[in-house]
């Protein structure tokens, strides 16, 4: 018997006229008026998903960002990002003083599964922080019963999402709206579940589509991207809510933009075309 389709199911379409915006910065404005973005991740061999995080997050206007990550990493992410504060930690010990200064963190990008990245999300977890959790992070968030701080934003693809909600990818697929709204609720959290027509849902049902994107967006790296996007937007004073719904628009008519001239779009390319869209959106002086 087919389900009954109720008004209040209907999910809202992301638009730039329906979106929060930041407000325009005072003329005596300093670094520390704008968050400090913590990005943890990195293991060996995926150093470079640290990075593009961090520098998203510096591109939409956070005040301050830094990276922990793999000491082997650290040189590079220097020469890569000299803007950021980069600590090498080989323990979640030596994460727990920048936890302290932080005010926003991102975590799960390059985490990896193992020790290191197990050790590092509970110190994480523990923090009365705004956290933004993607890749490894959602995985080890499926096999382990932590609780995420008060808002806080999930990333999931859909094969993350099915992970956590202990179904098929399928299944996630055959009811997307249904499989956002039960994420946003058995966390507590926004969840941005990933693919074409990003759905945004909050713990009360509040459910919103993004339209916008470009099958060019297909690669690696556009996923860490977006979680540095998330975290400057909430760095700046959005909510949970807002700051997903304006970072996943953000995100996808980047793409869409760059996507027109056709394949081979890498993640780094969207940076300066999110920082142009988010000033014709959010003027940073009045």
Not at 25 to 54: E, M, P, Q
Not at 113 to 142: E, F, H, I, T, Y
Request: with cysteine; glycine share 12%.
């Amino acid at each position: 018997m087919p389900q009954t389709k109720h008004l209040g199911n209907t999910p809202k379409t992301l638009s730039r006229d329906t979106l929060a915006s930041l407000p325009p910065r005072r003329v005596d404005a300093h670094k520390g008026d704008f968050g400090h973005v913590l990005v943890v991740g990195g293991d060996l061999g995926t150093g470079g998903a640290v990075l593009l995080s961090a520098e998203a997050a510096l591109r939409c206007g956070a005040g301050l960002v830094s990276v922990a990550t793999r000491p082997e990493h650290v040189p590079a992410a220097l020469a890569r990002l000299p803007e950021t504060m980069c600590l090498g930690v080989s323990s979640a010990n030596q994460l727990m003083a920048v936890l302290e200064r932080a005010s926003v963190l991102v975590v799960g990008p390059g985490l990896g599964q193992a020790a290191w990245g197990r050790s590092l999300l509970s110190a994480v977890a523990n923090a009365a922080l705004p956290q933004v959790w993607d890749a490894d992070a959602l995985n080890l968030l499926a096999g382990s019963p932590l609780a995420l701080p008060s808002a806080s934003i999930l990333t999931p693809h859909p094969g993350e999402a099915a992970r956590l909600l202990g179904i098929s990818t399928e299944a996630v697929q055959a009811d997307r709206p249904g499989a956002a709204r039960k994420l946003a609720r058995k966390y507590a959290s926004v969840c941005v579940l990933k693919g074409a027509g990003t759905l945004v849902a909050d713990p009360a049902g509040q459910l919103a589509v993004c339209g916008r994107g470009h099958p060019a967006m297909a690669g690696a790296g556009l996923g860490d991207v977006l979680t540095g996007v998330l975290a400057a937007l909430l760095a700046q004073g959005l909510d949970a809510w807002s700051a997903a719904c304006l970072g996943t628009w953000l995100h996808a008519c980047a793409g869409e933009r760059l996507g027109l001239k056709g394949r081979g779009l890498a993640a780094s390319d969207l940076l300066p075309v999110i920082r142009e869209l988010l000033e014709e959106h959010s003027a940073c002086q009045a």
